[in-house]
Nanobody, 123 residues
Framework: QVQLVESGGGLVQAGDSLTLSCAAS????????MAWFRQAPGKERDFVAA????????RYADSVKGRFTISRDNAKNTVYLQMNSLKAEDTAVYYC????????????????WGQGTQVTVSS
């Protein structure tokens, strides 16, 4: 089993950058594909980015491609989401997820979820 704890959220201005971290417990972290999802108020949880267990494969939502970068450090049991050129529409609670199926964009492929961290971008 994997426990995930997100951190790094906060209030920033449009155009700013922010890096989210997701720390995982358990020695099996390197065997899981990881992803970030986000949920804005009144909306469904949406895919943001995913990374394979090795870090060799990544996938992004069109809305963040070119602005966000997902990475991982298996030695530190941590996955990151570097967010640049933030926009007001990036405001949401960001969730980290872990799964063994693949680095997909589908929430049902992920078995473990963190509690989320709030990102608010003021325009």
């Amino acid at each position: 089993q994997v426990q995930l704890v997100e951190s790094g959220g906060g209030l920033v201005q449009a155009g700013d950058s922010l890096t989210l971290s997701c720390a995982a417990s358990g020695r099996a972290f390197s065997r899981y594909h990881m992803a970030w999802f986000r949920q804005a108020p009144g909306k469904e949880r949406d895919f943001v980015a995913a990374i394979s267990w090795s870090g060799g494969g990544t996938r992004y939502a069109d809305s963040v491609k070119g602005r966000f970068t997902i990475s991982r450090d298996n030695a530190k049991n941590t996955v990151y989401l570097q967010m640049n050129s933030l926009k007001a529409e990036d405001t949401a609670v960001y969730y980290c997820a872990a799964g063994g199926t693949g680095w997909t964009r589908y929430s049902y492929d992920y078995d473990y979820w963190g509690q989320g961290t709030q990102v608010t971008v003021s325009s």
